[in-house]
């Protein structure tokens, strides 16, 4: 299946404003406001209505009424926030069809340009056109195919047979799509914007499975008592993003990252399948010790792949004995404090797939304890459970040490929740801008509402000493009616005030 940008046609900068402004304020809303979307993206409230209505026409936001009435961002909203900021940083030009779902996620082929910087408004608007241009020129294909078929059906067979139609459509057209995006490169696209590249473009989807399982599974969750789907995805995203920039530059079999943006990473494309896929593979021997030489290679940098099976390597059509490894937002350091157990299932996770599809097993075996860490990959990547350079030197017992490690992650993931969406356009920054002023007002605000509590016990005071006084004031008539004892006792009573 295609990925239809479509709607890309119908949005301008000031929907993608908008757009953004749910993003931002579904920070600390569930159900974002109108109010609070329009002092975000700072438009007009008329305006917002309409652009409201376009988007979720175009199914990119859902409106809720329930409590109070507000919008939040579907996953497809989500995706074309990536893909503008991807397009207009000038890595993505177009996406194809879908290759890959994972569990978790949505992987697409797409084409990148060659050289990444930010581009002009007008090439910008020029890709879009080239989008729909190859959608609307692929479509007006796909509708002549059809009616050609349709035609000669017509002629030949009986009204029955013609319902088995769409299946078998549907079947031909993914194989005419892989291979169209596979060997021909879009020519009105690449007219505009030069060479390009294959690559493919992984959509993190994190609340697609329930929250509970992925907080038990997924390690950077650990310490976060408040999450949405938006940002889990995004942290799924930056920490495979990260982790595969640095395997990739030490040298390990994984597909080159080409950039990212919130919950999308785009990377090299690797023509495979995944081992689960494959029937027979030619040396067995080979890949069964290249699979244990990366789990050892990565074990000796100090890290643990965590989720190393037979969906997660490819092997390359071209060479095939060549592993690639894919998926690492899960990625551990060797310092975790599961890091045994991790370390264990990965393994056996080999050994199992070589045993129930060959029926083979290999003599050599890897244990955790022949892992010595010559490299620190993990300190640097910061992955979950390393330990600072200060904490390795001083001894300190290990209870306080995991205590610290906990701290550590909180503080890495705060540090990472302080809004960073990948590289950020200006518009984007400016409505981050707009949104911190916006949590500082309403800081302020709950500070003045404090101060008016507090104000209201001042008042209360005042209101007893005015009181006080009234009666004090009763008592010195008395006393100067000639009850001198009464007077002094009013005085003691004034000294009391204001000592209060
Ligand atoms: P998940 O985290 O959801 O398991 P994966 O990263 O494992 O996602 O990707 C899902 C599927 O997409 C893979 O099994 C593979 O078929 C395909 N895929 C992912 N990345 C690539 C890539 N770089 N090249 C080719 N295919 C890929
Ligand atoms: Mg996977």
Redesign the pocket.
């Known amino acids: 299946m295609r990925f239809d940008l479509t709607a890309l046609k119908y949005l301008n900068k000031d929907d993608f404003r908008v757009l953004t402004a749910i993003e931002m304020g579904m920070r600390n809303h569930e159900i974002v406001p109108v109010d609070l979307i329009q002092s975000i993206s700072k438009i007009r409230n008329t305006s917002v209505r309409r652009i409201l209505a376009n988007l979720l026409k175009h199914k990119l936001i859902k409106h809720t009424k329930i409590q109070y009435e507000g919008y939040s961002l579907n996953f497809l909203g989500y995706d074309f926030l990536a893909i503008h900021s991807l397009i207009k940083q000038g890595i993505l030009v177009q996406i194809g069809t879908k290759?890959?779902?994972?569990?978790?996620?949505d992987?697409y082929l797409c084409y990148v340009k060659k050289v990444n910087s930010e581009i002009s408004d007008e090439l910008y608007n020029q890709i879009k056109e080239n989008i729909l241009t190859e959608n609307a020129l692929k479509e007006q294909n796909r509708q002549k195919k059809l009616e050609e078929k349709n035609n000669i059906k017509k002629e030949e067979e009986e009204n029955e047979e013609k319902k088995d139609e769409p299946e078998e459509e549907e079947e031909e057209e993914s194989e005419e799509e892989l291979s169209y995006i596979q060997n021909d490169l879009p020519k009105t696209i690449q007219t505009v914007v030069g060479e390009l590249t294959i690559a493919?473009i992984?959509f993190a989807r994190l609340g697609r499975t329930s929250f509970r399982a992925v907080k038990s599974k997924r390690d950077y969750v650990k310490s976060q008592t408040h999450y949405n789907w938006l940002y889990l995805s995004r942290l799924s995203a930056q920490n495979e993003y990260k982790n595969m920039k640095g395997l990739y530059s030490h040298g390990f079999s994984v597909?080159r990252p080409y950039g990212y943006n919130r919950h999308a990473i785009i990377?090299?494309?690797?023509p495979?399948y995944?081992l689960n896929k494959v029937e027979e593979i030619k040396d067995k021997n080979t890949v069964y010790h290249k699979m244990m030489d990366f789990i050892y290679k990565l074990g000796s940098n100090g890290l643990i792949h965590g989720d190393f099976n037979e969906?997660?390597i490819?092997l390359n059509i071209e060479k095939p004995d060549e592993i690639v490894v894919?998926?690492f937002?899960q990625m551990i350091s060797i310092n975790h404090s599961e890091a045994e157990n991790y370390f264990k299932r990965d393994v056996q996770c080999v050994k199992n797939y070589f045993l129930k599809k060959f029926n083979l097993t290999f003599e050599e075996d890897l244990k955790f304890s022949d892992i010595k860490q010559i490299n620190f990959l993990d300190e640097e990547l910061k992955a979950y459970g390393y330990k600072k350079e200060k904490e390795k030197d001083k001894k300190i017992n290990k209870e306080e040490n995991e205590d610290k490690n906990e701290i550590n992650e909180e503080k890495e993931i705060n540090e990472e929740e302080d809004i960073d969406l990948g590289q950020q356009l200006d518009y984007e920054k400016e409505m981050i801008e707009n949104m911190k002023k916006i949590k500082i007002e309403e800081n302020e605000e709950k500070k003045e509402e404090k101060k008016n509590k507090k104000m209201t016990k001042e008042d209360i005071k005042n209101k007893v000493k005015k009181m006080m006084n009234k009666q004090n004031k009763i008592h010195v008539k008395e006393s100067k009616m000639g009850n001198r004892f009464k007077g002094k006792k009013d005085i003691s009573n004034k000294m009391a005030i204001k000592n209060a």
Do not use: A, H, Q, T
């Open positions: 290759i890959g779902v994972g569990k978790e996620s992987v493919c992984k597909p990377m090299e494309y690797v495979s995944p969906f997660n490819l894919i998926d937002p």
